[in-house]
């Protein structure tokens, strides 16, 4: 078993009176797809927004591992500075691109850090040093084994909101890896994607995996992807942890369908004594 | 043909003459409180109402028939005829060698047109009426070009909606009066034939340091919000600048203003002026040139900065901020920075062109920065298509250009009496004019975004993708 690349230790989230995180803590472990998953209002998608730093955890601590030893507490960086120090990058559920921009150029936005500095900060840019020309064709040439990656390579040129939802998500996880990241976290990847669509998807996280060493953290709803391709599952229901471990063991957990399909009206105290609630 | 496919429908005539109809129904109670009566005084000083049924029956008239043989019009074309039209004016009608022609011969012929048009205008008008020519045309349309393109920065690029721009202009043009009337004639006295030359980039590094200080505290701001607070803000200096007489004079304004030198040559008609030197004849209009050929330089370097920073990382991050500020932080795209330089370099190049304007006109005060001028300014962006350098140069030349031409409408005196002014009748032409273009071509002149980089071929994309910015 390898070390934590992320550890998530005893997160909380409030919302005014609402808690939508309790006390959660879990961890994902270098080179393995971990998975989150939960009913809906679970408080998957706030772990994320708390992970890549849109929202400030009420308590608790988040520690990102580099391969090089480096740690980050991410709950104390600034969103940008996560992506940008910390490598972490996300996806998010309804799709973000850059509609108005070409695919090429949303991939080249997603290079701003080392783009930036390689411009002086504009000013070698402004004055055409070569050293930024010769940056940015490095940089056109990592979106295009991005684009070829995610078979985008013939629609480069085209506006990013003229993809079909398909190439949307796929162009998404495209441009989060294009900043490098060590973890990836795909907030719902396969939403939306026919049966075909799903097992490109998959082979293309199994490949960032394989090839690039980038660990992954997912949200899904899709078990198909979910019992598939993850090495580790971690299950929420009502902000809290009701079950942790491989996907075989997580399927047969009664919690875990307690949670999914219920159970029946004699045992509800018994489950939710269980659970905590 | 509608006819064919809904045959119980009343014939088009019949259509149209009930459309009209309610048009001229509509006019009688829009017009009739307007134009029906009329206050005077008569010799014995006592208000009379003096009724004007025969003005308002034309007008009626004129709605009545419009309505008609529009809506006649209307039902003959096909609706899908009329939108293609519409939305192409006449490009449409153009074939498409031809377009690709004028798209990549416009801008260098559009250059050569700027650097020979004094010259032309020059050996036109004899000198005599050059002047004007030069420089209510020529310049006062460049410094708009000039304001437009910085503007476009900030609104245009990333998606900020700036209505206090003009502050900009009003500091760049305030800090070329201070300096070269107090700040030089009492430390470097000698330095003040240069004066224009050293104060320019002083002017745009204060500019740029307000632009600044103004997008500190709008950075959490977004759209409705931004636009008040960046309105706030053009007011907070104008009022400044009224009020804090012992530093801009206030109302009076700061007069005297030294004029720009050939490089340390004055424009004068002494021995070492500049007619002197180079063995012309003294004339004024040496100096109208020389300020125009200025203005056609500062504005050719705005445009080329902008797209020079629009190819850069900067300029792309502008953009993916206009399109969606939190896929930009979850990419490591520093927001508060990439605002702040947005707001920088186009307050910068707004402070450029005031400086510039104190420097022709001489005297400025703060009337010359009024809210109507941050709201002229955005309209030429808006106008012109947000984001296209081309599109806004075209505004500039249509409002600027239609304003000044409105002045040499005299002739009109001729048809409507001697006190009809057109001029007066700009902002209703204006808002008539916007309001067309607004409905033929909703998003501006050149409404296309040019890509900043390309793997295969260059395909402009159309505006349906782009965002406008939400602020």
Redo the contacts between chains.
């Keep these: 078993m390898s070390e934590a690349i992320l550890s998530v230790e005893h997160l909380t989230m409030r919302f005014g009176g609402l808690i939508a995180v309790n006390d959660l803590s879990f961890e994902a472990r270098r080179g393995e797809i971990t998975a989150v998953i939960g009913p809906n209002g679970a408080g998957k998608t706030t772990v994320f927004n708390c992970i890549t730093g849109f929202y400030k955890p009420s308590q608790g601590r988040i520690t990102m591992r580099h391969a090089d030893g480096r740690t980050h507490l991410l709950e104390r960086l600034p969103d940008f500075r996560i992506a940008q120090v910390a490598k972490v990058a996300r996806t998010f559920q309804n799709i973000r691109l850059f509609s108005g921009m070409t695919v090429l150029e949303n991939l080249l936005v997603a290079q701003h850090n080392p783009l930036m500095s390689a411009s002086g900060w504009s000013i070698g840019g402004i004055l055409g040093l070569p050293s930024y020309g010769r940056a940015e064709r490095q940089a056109i040439e990592k979106a295009a084994y991005w684009l070829d990656k995610c078979g985008l390579t013939d629609r480069a040129d085209d506006p990013a909101g003229d993809l079909s939802y398909g190439p949307q998500r796929a162009l998404e996880i495209a441009r989060a890896m294009c900043t490098e990241p060590e973890l990836l976290c795909l907030d719902e990847p396969a939403a939306g994607l026919n049966p075909r669509e799903s097992l490109v998807l998959n082979d293309l996280l199994r490949f960032i995996r394989k090839e690039h060493g980038t660990s992954l953290l997912l949200i899904e709803h899709d078990m198909s992807v979910v019992m598939e391709i993850s090495d580790h599952v971690v299950v929420l229901d009502y902000g809290i942890k009701i079950s942790d471990g491989a996907p075989a063991a997580v399927r047969e957990d009664p919690k875990v369908i307690a949670a999914y399909l219920g159970v029946d009206d004699s045992e509800v105290e018994k489950v939710e004594a269980e659970v905590g609630l | 043909m509608p006819l064919d496919t809904a045959p119980a429908a009343p014939s088009p005539v019949a259509r149209a003459m009930k459309d009209a109809l309610f048009a001229a129904i509509i006019a009688v109670g829009v017009f009739g409180p307007l134009l029906a009566f009329k206050t005077t005084q008569d010799m014995q000083n006592r208000l009379i109402v003096e009724p004007r049924w025969d003005l308002l029956a034309v007008v009626v008239l004129l709605v009545w028939a419009g309505r008609f043989l529009l809506s006649l019009w209307r039902s003959r074309v096909q609706p899908e005829t009329t939108a293609a039209i519409g939305s192409h004016l006449l490009w449409g009608l153009v074939p498409p060698t031809v377009r690709v022609v004028i798209r990549n011969g416009l801008p260098p012929a559009a250059l050569v047109a700027l650097f020979v048009y004094p010259m032309m205008i020059l050996s036109l008008t004899g000198g005599s009426g050059a002047l004007k020519w030069i420089d209510n045309f020529g310049i006062q349309i460049l410094i708009y070009v000039m304001l437009a393109w910085g503007l476009n920065i900030v609104v245009g690029l990333a998606g900020l909606l700036d209505l206090g721009y003009v502050a900009f202009y009003a500091v760049g043009a305030y800090a070329y009066a201070l300096i070269a009337t107090k700040v030089i004639p009492a430390t470097f006295p000698g330095l003040g034939v240069w004066a224009f030359w050293i104060c320019l980039p002083i002017a745009g590094i204060l500019a740029a340091f307000w632009g600044v200080l103004l997008g500190f505290p709008v950075l959490r701001l977004r759209g409705d919000y931004l636009a008040i607070v960046t309105l706030a803000f053009g007011e907070i200096i104008r009022l400044v600048l009224i009020n804090w007489t012992a530093f801009s004079n206030g109302y009076e304004g700061i007069s005297t203003i030294p004029r720009p030198s050939f490089f340390g040559i004055p424009f004068n008609a002494s021995d070492s002026g500049f007619a002197a030197r180079f063995g012309f004849e003294f004339s004024p209009v040496h100096r109208t040139i020389f300020l125009y050929y200025v203005i056609v330089c500062l504005a050719l370097l705005t445009a080329w900065?902008s797209n020079?920073?629009r190819k850069?990382?900067?300029g792309?991050?502008w953009?993916?901020l206009?399109?969606?500020e939190?896929?930009?932080?979850?990419?490591?795209?520093?927001?508060v920075n990439t605002k702040l330089?947005a707001f920088a370099i186009g307050a910068m190049f707004g402070g450029f062109a005031g400086s510039f304007f104190a420097a022709r006109q001489g005297f400025i005060s703060p009337e010359s920065f009024t809210f109507m001028e941050s709201a002229v300014i955005l309209a030429i962006v808006v106008l012109g298509g947000m984001g296209s350098l081309i599109g806004t140069a075209i505004a500039a030349v249509a409002m600027i250009g239609g304003t000044e031409l409105l002045r040499e409408l005299d002739w009109l005196k001729a048809i409507f009496g001697n006190d009809f002014d057109p001029a007066q009748y700009r902002m209703l032409i204006f808002g008539l004019a916007m309001v067309a273009i607004m409905v033929w071509k909703p998003r501006g002149f050149v409404s296309t975004?040019m890509?900043?980089?390309?793997?295969?071929?260059?395909?402009a994309?159309?505006s349906?993708?782009?965002?406008e910015g939400h602020g």
């Design positions: 900065v020079r920073l850069l990382p900067v792309r991050a953009e993916a206009r399109e969606d939190i896929a930009c932080r979850s990419l490591g795209i520093n927001t330089t975004r890509p900043t980089a390309f793997l295969k071929s260059r395909r994309v159309s349906a993708h782009v965002k």
